[in-house]
């Protein structure tokens, strides 16, 4: 099965999990917090880098997530995938009002240590899919995505209209998908 | 519908848009079929990228319990008893305790159960254990504002200290993660143990 991010879902038994999330079964809270809590702490703290932030995040966005029960909908492809952008998102806000700031003094205690993909396939892919980009497309994705930066901030940097960086972010988002669902489909 | 999300979709999924324009675009798309294929197209984009640099596992540490958390917690072990279940039960507790409870988020994604601590010294307090059933945490409740009361665990031949409980109000608590399956947890007062409980991780 097929999500509309071309990204295969079914192998992991997420259909039933949708399932039971959408019944608003007391068990698939749990069991998708069991099934992607790693992969939603390993986003978190790439951009909150404080162990302790990054589990409170998680956890945070999990429950509001759960509070709002029509907020993922199975038209809207993998949940999965949903979780994981509500938790970065949740993230990116902390980071950027401040009121997770980091610790300087805690920092490197407490940073997340890193982890390797195993999954060399994927990540071939990824890095297909990235190379293939225009470079401003693939310049702006790195700013926003690897660096965490706002689109007011890109602007900036780059010295362009904010329209602009908004429509090379669209656009490399678009392309990528085009990319690896087309990929993902061989 | 009008006025539909277009790029937003993309920039909502790279977490660049701020409320209230999430929120705006989260509702156009709900009732929006083309717009919520193209965020949800956009979001498995986006969880794809952070797949390339995922860190870290968390490792166990303790938190501070909120004072408006210790008192929910407190209501929720009188009041439901043995064994609270369900997410949904927990999630009752969420006006009293607050959304950006770390601790209540911890005990929502969880079943747990409860324990009464047995009294070894005759003045020992009351005091009470929730613990998650696979051990993800575990939750000690005195029902005196004891700032001197140490949490022991033991498992097999090992005894740890996890440290002094909090106190919050009338009374006093500690929380922590990933402490795995003990046998038991004592509390100490002046290197004395005044009260034992033995945590349960059954399927109750």
Same mark, same amino acid.
């Given at each position: 099965?097929?999500?509309?991010?071309?990204?295969?879902?079914?192998?992991?038994?997420?259909?039933?999990?949708?399932?039971?999330?959408?019944?608003?079964?007391?068990?698939?809270?749990?069991?998708?917090?069991?099934?992607?809590?790693?992969?939603?702490?390993?986003?978190?703290?790439?951009?909150?880098?404080?162990?302790?932030?990054?589990?409170?995040?998680?956890?945070?966005?999990?429950?509001?997530?759960?509070?709002?029960?029509?907020?993922?909908?199975?038209?809207?492809?993998?949940?999965?995938?949903?979780?994981?952008?509500?938790?970065?998102?949740?993230?990116?806000?902390?980071?950027?009002?401040?009121?997770?700031?980091?610790? *300087?003094?805690?920092?490197?205690?407490?940073?997340?240590?890193?982890?390797? *993909?195993?999954?060399?396939?994927?990540?071939?892919?990824?890095?297909?899919?990235?190379?293939?980009?225009?470079?401003?497309?693939?310049?702006?994705?790195?700013?926003?995505?690897?660096?965490?930066?706002?689109?007011?901030? *890109?602007?900036?940097?780059?010295?362009?209209?904010?329209?602009?960086?908004?429509?090379?972010?669209?656009?490399?988002?678009?392309?990528?998908?085009?990319?690896?669902?087309?990929?993902?489909?061989? | 519908?009008?006025?539909?999300?277009?790029?937003?979709?993309?920039?909502?999924?790279?977490?660049?848009?701020?409320?209230?324009?999430?929120?705006?675009?989260?509702?156009?798309?709900?009732?929006?079929?083309?717009?919520?294929?193209?965020?949800?197209?956009?979001?498995?984009?986006?969880?794809?990228?952070?797949?390339?640099?995922?860190?870290?596992?968390?490792?166990?540490?303790?938190?501070?319990?909120?004072?408006?958390?210790?008192?929910?917690?407190?209501?929720?072990?009188?009041?439901?008893?043995?064994?609270?279940?369900?997410?949904?039960?927990?999630?009752?507790?969420?006006?009293?305790?607050?959304?950006?409870?770390?601790?209540?988020?911890?005990?929502?994604?969880?079943?747990?159960?409860?324990?009464?601590?047995?009294?070894?010294?005759?003045?020992?307090?009351?005091?009470?254990?929730?613990?998650?059933?696979?051990?993800?945490?575990?939750?000690?409740?005195?029902?005196?504002?004891?700032?001197?009361?140490?949490?022991?665990?033991?498992?097999?031949?090992?005894?740890?200290?996890?440290?002094?409980?909090?106190?919050?109000?009338?009374?006093?608590?500690?929380?922590?993660?990933?402490?795995?399956?003990?046998?038991?947890?004592?509390?100490?007062?002046?290197?004395?143990?005044?009260?034992?409980?033995?945590?349960?991780?059954?399927?109750?």
């Amino acid at each position: 099965m097929l999500a509309s991010g071309g990204v295969i879902i079914d192998s992991t038994g997420e259909t039933q999990l949708i399932e039971d999330f959408l019944a608003r079964k007391a068990s698939a809270l749990e069991s998708a917090y069991a099934r992607y809590g790693d992969l939603l702490y390993a986003a978190a703290a790439r951009v909150l880098r404080v162990r302790a932030d990054a589990e409170d995040c998680v956890h945070d966005a999990l429950l509001r997530v759960w509070q709002r029960p029509n907020s993922f909908r199975k038209e809207r492809g993998s949940l999965r995938a949903f979780l994981l952008v509500c938790v970065r998102n949740e993230a990116l806000s902390r980071m950027r009002s401040g009121a997770r700031r980091l610790e *300087i003094a805690g920092t490197i205690r407490d940073e997340p240590e890193e982890i390797e *993909i195993t999954d060399h396939v994927e990540l071939r892919r990824l890095k297909g899919a990235m190379d293939a980009l225009p470079p401003e497309q693939r310049q702006a994705l790195e700013l926003a995505f690897f660096g965490n930066k706002t689109h007011v901030q *890109i602007a900036d940097e780059l010295g362009l209209p904010l329209g602009t960086v908004k429509s090379r972010l669209s656009l490399a988002i678009r392309k990528l998908h085009a990319s690896l669902a087309l990929e993902g489909a061989r | 519908m009008n006025d539909h999300i277009g790029e937003d979709a993309e920039l909502f999924a790279l977490g660049m848009l701020e409320e209230p324009e999430r929120t705006r675009v989260e509702a156009h798309a709900s009732g929006c079929a083309p717009c919520l294929q193209r965020l949800g197209e956009a979001e498995a984009v986006v969880a794809r990228l952070a797949l390339w640099q995922p860190p870290a596992k968390a490792a166990p540490r303790h938190v501070s319990v909120p004072r408006a958390w210790m008192a929910a917690a407190a209501v929720c072990a009188v009041a439901i008893g043995v064994t609270i279940a369900s997410v949904l039960q927990a999630r009752n507790l969420t006006a009293r305790a607050g959304a950006n409870d770390a601790i209540l988020a911890a005990i929502a994604t969880s079943h747990f159960n409860h324990t009464q601590f047995t009294k070894v010294a005759r003045d020992a307090p009351a005091a009470k254990l929730l613990n998650a059933r696979r051990g993800q945490w575990l939750y000690v409740i005195v029902d005196t504002p004891l700032a001197n009361v140490r949490v022991v665990v033991r498992h097999g031949d090992q005894t740890v200290d996890l440290g002094p409980t909090q106190v919050h109000g009338r009374t006093s608590t500690l929380f922590v993660r990933d402490p795995g399956a003990l046998a038991r947890v004592l509390l100490e007062r002046d290197g004395s143990v005044i009260e034992t409980a033995t945590p349960s991780y059954r399927d109750e």
